[in-house]
Antibody, heavy 120, light 108 residues
Framework: QVQLVQSGTELKKPGASLKVSCRAS????????FAWVRQAPGGALEWVGW????????MYAQNLQERVTVTTDTSTATVYLELRSLRSDDTAMYYC?????????????WGQGTMVTVSS | SSEVTQPPSVSVSPGQTARITCSGE??????TSWYQQKPGQAPVLIIY???ERPSGIPERFSGSSSGTTVTLSISEVQAEDEADYYC???????????FGGGTKLTVL
């Protein structure tokens, strides 16, 4: 079983950049792809982007694609989310999640979440 | 852009069956997943590939699909099932992930 452990709470000022990490442990031999999903306080889940390390491919939500980058360090089994030019409406809980095509790309394992607050 | 629509809320008495729908053109061609999220917790996958259930998820949870609507059914609802439920599909053209707006299940 794979576990995903994310980095801690972040407080950022508007205009700053953010980098959140998500480290996989356990049966990391399984070829997972990884997604980032965010949830504003009291809001719904919103997909941010995904990366498939095996294929070297990424995809981002259209409304964020100019400010977001998802990368991976396979040597440490860590996935990173970078979000630039932060705004107050980026305040949210950010989750990483792992998926495989064997389950129809369902997000089968989730990290604990990283709370990001953007405020002056 | 593609969208999937869920009812904002569903209420049911203990022991009854709750049904939560997820509608949109994309669900007719792309597998749908369902997630349960309780307050302060990360979402948990409860249904994948429209009808499959991960190990450890009670048999009371089931999925079905018909045309442009997929349905999550929870039989013999218990108080512990009170949570937010989200469906998730994808855009076949762009490979973007799509979430429904979520349904709050209230157990009366």
């Amino acid at each position: 079983q794979v576990q995903l452990v994310q980095s801690g709470t972040e407080l950022k000022k508007p205009g700053a950049s953010l980098k959140v990490s998500c480290r996989a442990s356990g049966h990391t031999s399984t070829k997972f792809a990884f997604a980032w999903v965010r949830q504003a306080p009291g809001g719904a889940l919103e997909w941010v982007g995904w990366i498939n390390p095996s294929k070297g491919s990424t995809m981002y939500a259209q409304n964020l694609q100019e400010r977001v980058t998802v990368t991976t360090d396979t040597s440490t089994a860590t996935v990173y989310l970078e979000l630039r030019s932060l705004r107050s409406d980026d305040t949210a809980m950010y989750y990483c999640a792992g998926f495989t095509d064997s389950r129809g790309d369902a997000l089968e394992v989730w990290g604990q979440g990283t709370m990001v607050t953007v405020s002056s | 852009s593609s969208e999937v629509t869920q009812p904002p809320s569903v209420s049911v008495s203990p022991g009854q069956t709750a049904r939560i729908t997820c509608s949109g053109e994309t669900v007719a061609n792309i597998y749908t997943s369902w997630y349960q999220q309780k307050p302060g917790q990360a979402p948990v996958l409860i249904i994948y590939k429209d009808i499959e259930r991960p190990s450890g998820i009670p048999e009371r949870f089931s999925g079905s699909s018909s045309g442009t609507t997929v349905t999550l059914s929870i039989s013999e609802v218990q108080a512990e099932d009170e949570a937010d439920y989200y469906c998730q599909s994808a855009d076949a053209t762009t490979a973007s992930v799509i979430f429904g707006g979520g349904t709050k299940l209230t157990v009366l």
